[in-house]
């Protein structure tokens, strides 16, 4: 049975410094209250308002200033529009607006009111023009607030029109209505400069989840998928590029659950439920400072206290701080069986391999031995706010080695060196072809007997096995002695001898990249110069190397009547004229045995430094005359092309 080790990454809900997941904060000094407001100037958050006593019909007309690097809480002077529930805020260019609501005396109201936090003072602004309504819900794009919803007449009438306040000429503009009938106390928000608006009440005690996207640029609304259950008195915020939406009520229950959207995805996903001290509440208030979101007050079940009993004022407050996931990646190298890999992920803090071999390892970058084939290795990594996984398919090859070797001789040691490619090498045995062997890497070898050997390198490594094999002819040293003569009329001709005892066979090499296989050759020099003329003889037991220089210098004796040379005769084709003294006018003329001229050339004098060539490669075989003008000397030779 295979062994696994399983590894269990806990998900906490926030962390022992506080800085992750949920965490509570200090209470609002006052009240517990809910359908109450909050807007964000700065680094700071700005509440009040609300209904306190909800039996009584008693409204707030607190406003508090909230400090997160203190996490304090200080009361401001009253709002001067007096106590108000169900009213709508914004921020807008550094400061905050409060509009509309119910009043103390339960009166619908349209007035709207700045906050300047420079001075703490309210100056009221323009009446909103879409008539007196509470529950309204508002985003932000760009220098221009958004409101939409809400309802009037005491919650009997439900509404969906869109207006667009300009701060900068305190002006309010009709938009294109959303396109739900009716839709009070929704959740709005704003991403990457698009509004959306999700939840709320189609009407009296009855929830919604349908979500939508609004674009400034042409005034149109786009349906977006549900959010994942029904809702009112809901509660948003925006950290980074995800929408917060959680709590609320559907009538029948009250939640404390968040979702989040991402606009990438176009998808809903669920984060961890906020800790059992965190009440379930409909009607609070949430605002996002920096990368924290806070949820405020609000009222535990139920949402209608004249229907039902029970409920609790709430004043607590709590931030959530995202937890960042781990993202899984590693990197990998592998030398035969052996692969190493290397952790590549980011915010990981626990590590886990499964090498889909049956075997796995929690170090962070472990070394493993494969066997051939095809693995599905997986890397799992996590942090206390979950793990993320990453697979690669590895292909595990592990190519034979290639056994190779060379030698050099120095009478009588032979010098073997191992050339070979291998992996991690395993074992090496050389065969000397005469029942001795070596393992050493470049051993020395000396043979008794003339012969030739066969001479084998095996080498192994993890991989398998691999052998070359070479035959190897031993000689004894054998000292050449030969002779080297010039002929009485051609200074371009020498005569060569081997004057060795014993040779069988021989090798000349002239130096001029002519050779001949003779004992005793001659050979023809086509130029004036120094040639290294080495030969190589032996016999079956014996071999030996002789060189020599050979200079070739002109004989002015051989030249004083023949200042021209054709040669050679007989020719495979090419010949070559020599001329020993310069002349004014040179020409060459070749004829055929019926006189017909094939070869026609005129020479300079530059043209006479060196032997001239005469091209008869492409004439039939047979018999030719060479004419040769040098001045007042002129000559034919007789030329048989082979």
């Not at 007449?153 to 701060?167: A, H, I, R, T």
């Not at 079940?301 to 993202?327: E, H, I, Q, R, S």
Request: glycine residues 10%; aromatic residues 16%.
């Amino acid at each position: 049975m295979k062994n696994f080790i399983i590894f269990f990454f806990l998900v906490t809900q926030y962390t022992l410094n506080g800085q992750m997941g949920w965490v509570q904060k200090d209470s609002l000094p006052s009240d517990g209250r809910y359908c109450h407001i909050s807007f964000v100037i700065g680094d700071k958050a700005y509440a009040g308002l609300g209904s306190i006593n909800a039996e009584q019909r008693v409204y707030s007309a607190e406003i508090f200033r909230y400090d997160p690097e203190n996490d304090s809480w200080e009361r401001l002077a009253d709002f001067p529009g007096g106590g108000r529930y169900g009213a709508s805020a914004f921020t807008l260019n550094g400061k905050g607006y409060v509009c509309c609501g119910v009043d103390n005396s339960h009166m619908w109201r349209n007035d709207v009111w700045e906050f300047d936090p420079v001075t703490e003072g309210w100056v009221q602004k323009s009446d909103f023009p879409g008539g007196n309504r509470y529950s309204a819900s508002s985003f932000v794009i760009g220098n221009n607030a958004y409101l939409v919803g809400g309802s009037i007449n005491e919650g009997e009438n439900y509404l969906n029109d869109l207006w667009c306040y300009d701060p900068a000429n305190d002006t309010w503009t009709q938009k294109e209505s959303l396109p739900a009938t009716h839709k009070s106390g929704p959740v709005s928000f704003t991403l990457n400069g698009k509004g959306y608006v999700v939840c709320g009440a189609y009407s009296t005690y009855e929830a919604t989840q349908d979500f939508y996207e609004y674009n400034p640029v042409n005034d149109t609304w786009s349906q977006l998928p549900d959010y994942p259950g029904l809702r009112i008195g809901a509660v948003g915020f925006v950290i980074g590029d995800k929408a917060y939406v959680g709590t609320g009520s559907d009538f029948n229950s009250t939640y404390k659950s968040f979702w989040y959207y991402s606009q990438g995805t176009n998808s809903w996903t669920a984060i961890s439920d906020p800790p059992a001290t965190f009440s379930e509440r409909v009607a609070g208030t949430s605002f996002c400072i920096g990368n924290t979101g806070y949820v405020l007050a609000g009222r535990s079940k139920p949402y209608d206290p004249f229907y039902y009993t029970g409920g609790k004022m709430l004043n607590d407050l709590w931030a959530y701080t995202p937890c960042p996931l781990p993202m899984a990646g590693f990197t990998f190298q592998t030398n035969n069986f052996i692969v190493n890999f290397t952790d590549t992920s980011s915010g990981a803090t626990q590590y886990y391999w499964n090498f889909g071999d049956g075997t796995s390892s929690n170090e962070k970058n472990p070394v493993h031995i494969f066997t051939k084939g095809v693995f599905n290795v997986c890397h799992v990594v996590g942090n206390n706010c979950g793990q993320d996984t990453i697979c690669k398919s590895i292909h595990i090859t592990c190519p034979n080695p290639e056994a190779r070797f060379f030698y050099t001789f120095s009478f009588p040691e032979y010098l073997f060196a191992d050339s070979s490619a291998t992996g991690t090498l395993i074992s090496r045995l050389w065969d000397f072809g005469d029942s001795t062997y070596s393992t050493d890497p470049n051993p020395v070898h000396i043979y008794i007997d003339p012969g030739i050997y066969h001479v084998c390198l095996t080498v192994t490594d993890s991989c398998g096995s691999d052998s070359t094999c070479e035959n190897i002819i031993f000689l004894l040293p054998l000292t050449l002695h030969i002779n080297i003569t010039y002929a009485t009329t051609n200074d371009l001709l020498a005569q060569f001898s081997d004057l060795t005892n014993g040779t069988t066979y021989w090798k000349w090499k002239f130096g001029d990249g002519d050779s001949s296989e003779l004992q005793n050759p001659s050979h023809l020099y086509k130029e004036y110069g120094t040639y290294g003329v080495c030969l190589t003889a032996g016999n079956a037991r014996s071999i030996g190397t002789f060189c020599d220089t050979l200079l070739l210098s002109i004989n002015p004796l051989l030249h004083m009547d023949k200042p021209v040379l054709v040669y050679p005769n007989p020719s495979p084709g090419k010949l070559f004229v020599r001329f020993y003294r310069s002349c004014s006018t040179t020409d060459i003329l070749v004829e055929d045995q019926s006189g017909k001229s094939v070869f026609n050339q005129h020479l300079f004098s530059s043209d006479l430094m060196a032997p001239s060539e005469i091209d008869l490669t492409g004439l039939s075989n047979g018999v030719y005359f060479v004419h040769v003008k040098c001045d007042d000397y002129n000559k034919v030779w007789k030329i048989v092309i082979l």
